[in-house]
């Protein structure tokens, strides 16, 4: 099912605010801004902020691959926004050790 952020007591929108860097986003008004997953500092992880209309999601992407599912424009049309986060603080608000994280 994938690795998601899920803070208690506040929203995802918020806890990403406060702990992730916006690096790229994904809509259908405005050119699509997606760095590669090389881009990415080996001490954070891509989370993909999905609006899903009447939900959010923000999957973390712990993979090279997990990444390109989350970005795929193609086959995907809903609005994304990219954050950057530290992986020290993932842990605080998912089951990332759970995950094999690739870099």
Known sequence: MGCYVN????????????RGLVVGSICSTEPDKV????E???????????DNG??????V???EKEYEIFTDAVRDDRI??????P???LSEVSDIEKYPIKK
Not at 35 to 38: A, F, T, V
Not at 80 to 85: G, H, K, N
């Open 40 to 50: 990415f500092d080996s001490d954070n992880l891509p989370v993909v902020l999905v």
């Open 87 to 89: 992986i020290k603080d």
């Open 80 to 85: 994304r926004i990219i954050y950057e986060v």
């Open 35 to 38: 760095p590669e997953w090389i």
């Open 61 to 63: 992407c712990y993979s």
């Open 54 to 59: 009447p939900f959010t999601a923000a999957g």
């Open 7 to 18: 803070p208690k007591g506040r929203s995802k929108e918020s806890w990403l605010s406060e």
